[in-house]
Nanobody
């Protein structure tokens, strides 16, 4: 099993930045990919960014050029650096780890508002 704990959400003004962290523990050697998803009120959960075991990354079109996913293998932590935030980025952000099944964190709320 894998446990995921997110942190770093909060309230930020449009144009601002936040960095989310996701600390993984458990059978992490079996993780094939980790990612960040988000779910805004009344909308479906969507992929924001993902990093696979080789280090390759992919992003949703809506965040390309603004968000960066990275990982620190020594700390078993994945980060999401979010710059130039927009009100439409407001959502609960969830960390995901893919093994034979998906594991999810509890989520962290990001609110972009003036």
């Amino acid at each position: 099993q894998v446990q995921l704990v997110e942190s770093g959400g909060g309230l930020v003004q449009p144009g601002g930045s936040l960095r989310l962290s996701c600390a993984a523990s458990g059978t992490i050697f079996r993780i094939s990919a980790m990612g960040w998803y988000r779910q805004a009120p009344g909308k479906e959960r969507e992929l924001v960014a993902r990093i696979i075991s080789t280090g390759s990354t992919n992003y949703a079109d809506s965040v390309k050029g603004r968000f960066t996913i990275s990982r620190d293998n020594a700390k078993n932590t994945v980060y999401l650096q979010m710059n130039s935030l927009k009100p439409e980025d407001t959502a609960v952000y969830y960390c995901n780890a893919k093994l034979s099944i998906d594991y999810w964190g509890k989520g962290t709320l990001v609110t972009v508002s003036s």
